[in-house]
């Protein structure tokens, strides 16, 4: 049975964070360094695409993001994203 109540239940990201965005669409960084837990997996992955400065949600999943990790970083303003150019 689906809870709605349950933040964990299925379909919950796209309620929380929104769709996930288009491969092609513009990230903008918001820190100045990796707010993540030291030492946790995405720690270490926050510190790949962090250094990497991907472009686009394309290359920062190439360098090393998950799409969880898109989704939690938008969430936490962590990072912010621009409309890919037409």
């Known amino acids: 049975m689906?809870?709605?109540?349950?933040?964990r239940s299925s379909g919950s990201r796209s309620r929380l964070y929104g769709d996930f965005p288009d491969l092609?669409?513009?990230v903008r960084f918001l820190v100045d360094a990796?707010?993540?837990r030291p030492?946790?997996?995405s720690w270490y992955r926050?510190?790949?695409y962090f250094k990497a400065r991907p472009l686009t949600v394309r290359q920062m999943l190439y360098v090393g993001?998950?799409?969880e990790d898109v989704r939690w970083d938008l969430g936490h303003r962590f990072i912010a994203l621009d409309p890919a150019p037409k």
């Open 46 to 48: 926050f510190e790949a």
């Open 34 to 36: 990796n707010p993540k």
């Open 39 to 41: 030492g946790s997996k």
């Open 24 to 26: 092609d669409t513009r």
């Open 65 to 67: 993001a998950i799409h």
């Open 2 to 7: 689906h809870n709605s109540s349950n933040p």
